[in-house]
């Protein structure tokens, strides 16, 4: 009998019901699979735990939000596991999930891993830690990682939005330097981001057909800093639309060194990341298989 290895954390975003997790056990049971649970208890037991059973299973799922899921592929990544990954997303704003048009009943979720193969995934190297989608820093950032988990509970993705307004009244200059691999970009910023995702932080979004998550780039949005409000308002519909021209650029990179940046801090996959003096970004190309 095939093994799986369920990897569920019990408190993300609206608390799913226990019912879910017997549906989708039942889905995995009915397709010929032996499940095995784990439930994560702090942060990082995701990592831990598919660094060490990932290899021994046949299929590994997680079932939480997007951080989850960065820990989760992180312990593949450190393990060397090669098992296939299943997603389900239970998480506040599942960005990335949205992206891999993953569906949203984790019943029916369940019955997509088991009914369709894996595809490689690229994968981004943040100083030496992984991240799946996204490495954001400046405006609305901390965000994600600064929303207290039970406003997240009860509200979901509006608990962002009140957590987000505050940060309208902090806006701080990103004096950066970022050494691509033909062009040397260096300014102040309102907001810098390194994605693999057609939508981040619930209001960003790119076009599908630029977003490719094997093609081994990512995608670098760079915002800068706005001379008042009035121009801020613009540069904020700009993005909006996906108009990235005058001060916003939009490229596709393989790798970044960025400096002047140890007192920033980013988030990856909504996680906080400690500024250093110095930032090295490349992708890791096909790094796991993943199921979408």
Not at 75 to 81: A, D, F, L, R, S
Not at 198 to 204: D, L, P, R
Not at 253 to 264: E, G, K, L, W
Request: proline residues 3%.
């Amino acid at each position: 009998m095939k093994k799986l290895l369920f990897i569920i954390n019990p408190k993300a975003g609206l608390k799913k019901n226990r019912h879910f997790v017997d549906e989708a056990v039942q889905v995995f049971e009915n397709a010929g699979y032996k499940v095995g649970i784990k439930y994560t208890k702090k942060r990082a037991d995701g990592t831990k735990i598919a660094r060490e059973y990932g290899s021994k299973v046949d299929l590994v799922v997680c079932m939480g939000g997007d951080g989850t899921l960065n820990e989760v592929i992180q312990g593949m990544i450190e393990g060397n596991v090669g098992t296939p990954l299943g997603y389900i997303p239970a998480g506040s704003t599942n960005d990335f999930a949205v992206s891999l048009g993953l569906k949203s009943n984790p019943k029916e979720q369940a019955e997509f891993i088991v009914s369709h193969e894996a595809k490689p995934l690229d994968i981004g190297n943040f100083n030496g830690r992984y991240f799946v989608y996204t490495a954001s820093a400046g405006i609305f950032t901390k965000t994600s990682y600064s929303t207290p988990q039970d406003l997240k509970n009860r509200l979901g993705h509006f608990a962002y939005i009140l957590t987000g307004i505050r940060e309208l009244f902090h806006i701080r200059r990103l004096k950066l330097k970022i050494e691509l691999e033909d062009q040397v970009l260096e300014g102040k910023y309102i907001f810098a981001a390194i994605n693999n995702a057609t939508k981040v932080g619930g209001i960003m979004k790119l076009d599908s057909e630029l977003v490719q998550f094997n093609d081994g780039v990512f995608e670098l949005m760079l915002v800068e800093f706005p001379k008042g409000p009035a121009e801020f308002c613009r540069l904020a519909i700009k993005v909006f639309l996906q108009k990235f021209t005058g001060k916003i650029t939009l490229r596709q990179i393989r790798s970044a060194r960025i400096t002047d940046s140890s007192d920033i801090d980013w988030s990856l996959d909504g996680e906080k990341e400690k500024g250093k003096q110095v930032v090295n970004f490349k992708v890791v190309h096909n790094a796991i298989k993943i199921i979408y």
